[in-house]
């Protein structure tokens, strides 16, 4: 492989990676804060008890995402050092002030939610945890400002061969942002929501501290419906933003080759797609129009017309992306979403209709559909960033432009092996410990074993019995 190449899968590798923890510590930090502030007003124990179940969970999470997003930003001076060069003084903003004030605001008051429980008001602690969710919820705001300039640079003026960021009110209200931005954040809320119901379930297959997991796949069945709802309707519109702003992404999802209007959605497309050579299509007619325009009449540009029009505008080259990579990713994504939408509606039913004590086969599902979110996360973000290559920054610099042309080839080899072997033994680690406090449940001291009970748990016990 050459460097370019050998670049490409070390920053996929580790931004893929990273990605998996990332939602669930979106989600799960403005659930545990929901939990706590539940706790605080109800001052009901069996809220206190999820509270430090779930936190723990979610600082394994935590420390595991900040291990690998480390990395992650190395790699724009040590891979991608032309790209840096290029766009730093515009991409260095969000990032610094994603560092300088999410990050430690998220890691400051994460300290004192941990080592405060017995040491601040009730009230107060409850604050720490929502500083937490509020400073995660601010990196990701900042991270997508950054990678939205990579899908639609605007706001910028070119001197001396480098970017430069003319206003920075162009950065915070880029269109691409304010469509992947919310779409992000109820991903991840879907995410801790099947997190959370997926482990709840295991425990009441089992009967173990019902009052904790019924409460918790509850709250989880709740929030889940509504943000597996919005992830649906946001990404709709980011679709149609897609179609406006990088129509080849949109046409290599969907495999057209030729411009339609009416465009056909593409149900199933067999063929080495790769090699532009389809075989076997069902297509619905009329549908990707729809989709796109909210009509039933609507120009999509078809692959081979957008790889015409882009040479005349930007000179010879191919700027068709991996199609099989885009079409599959796509499905994927869709294809879980869909699955995670009905499971929602069963679970918000389960709770609504108070059937809570079922069936082991329905937990088991929800067991299984824990891994979901991860399926569709990932499927999404290599949607969106192989589905924009060649551009690094899409319409002005190509990837081959943006590698470290000055590092050796086999520099790049090893140090992606020790990555590999290295992110390899996290996830184990990640693994095992989420596996292993999972399963445990709710210590024997926090169970209220020993405790006088609630007025709460003796009516839910008296209703079990």
Do not use: C
């Amino acid at each position: 492989m050459d460097l370019l190449m050998l670049s490409r899968l070390q920053f996929a590798f580790t931004t893929v990676y990273h990605f998996f923890f990332v939602p669930l510590t979106l989600g799960l930090s403005v659930m545990v804060a929901l939990m706590e502030t539940i706790y605080v007003i109800t001052n009901q124990e069996v809220y206190k008890k999820m509270t430090k179940f779930w936190g723990k969970l979610f600082l394994i999470n935590f420390a595991m995402g900040v291990a690998t997003g480390i990395v992650q930003e190395f790699q724009f001076g040590m891979n991608w050092s032309e790209f840096s060069r290029y766009v730093g003084d515009i991409f260095g903003a969000p990032l610094a002030i994603e560092a300088l004030l999410a990050f430690f605001l998220e890691s400051v008051f994460l300290g004192v939610w941990l080592f405060g429980w017995d040491k601040l008001s009730k009230g107060l602690h409850a604050v720490t945890i929502w500083l937490v969710a509020i400073g995660s919820i601010i990196s990701a705001f900042w991270i997508l400002a950054a990678n939205s300039f990579m899908q639609q640079p605007i706001g910028y003026a070119i001197q001396d061969g480098r970017l430069v960021l003319e206003r920075f009110s162009a950065l915070v209200f880029n269109p691409n942002l304010w469509v992947q931005f919310p779409h992000t954040i109820a991903a991840g809320f879907a995410t801790a929501a099947f997190f959370i119901m997926g482990i709840s379930a295991y425990h009441l297959m089992r009967k173990h501290n019902p009052d904790v997991f019924q409460r918790s796949f509850q709250i989880a069945a709740i929030i889940g419906a509504f943000s597996i709802l919005l992830v649906g309707l946001i990404g709709h519109d980011q679709a149609q933003h897609m179609v406006e702003t990088q129509p080849m992404k949109m046409a290599a999802a969907e495999a057209l080759w030729r411009t339609e209007d009416p465009a056909s959605f593409s149900l199933l497309t067999i063929g080495d797609l790769s090699q532009r050579n389809e075989v076997f299509s069902i297509r619905l007619p009329i549908l990707l129009s729809l989709l796109s325009f909210n009509q039933i009449e609507g120009e999509v540009k078809g692959i081979y017309n957008l790889q015409e029009e882009f040479v005349e505008t930007y000179g010879p080259g191919d700027y068709i992306p991996p199609v099989a990579v885009v079409y599959w990713s796509f499905r994927i994504m869709v294809g879980a979403g869909t699955l995670l939408l009905l499971l929602s509606v069963i679970g918000l039913f389960m709770v609504m209709a108070g059937m809570l004590e079922v069936r082991s086969i329905i937990y088991k599902i929800f067991i299984l559909a824990l891994f979901l979110p991860y399926f569709a996360n990932s499927a999404g973000w290599i949607l969106t960033e192989v589905g924009r290559i060649p551009w690094i920054v899409y319409g002005l610099m190509v990837l081959k432009d943006g590698v470290s042309i000055t590092v050796p080839t086999g520099v790049v080899a090893m140090s992606l092996i020790l990555y590999t072997i290295t992110y390899a033994a996290l996830i184990v680690a990640d693994v095992y410990l989420l596996a292993k406090f999972a399963k445990a449940g709710v210590p024997e001291t926090e169970t209220g074993k020993n405790d006088t009970p609630s007025e709460d748990n003796l009516s839910l016990v008296g209703a079990q019995e």
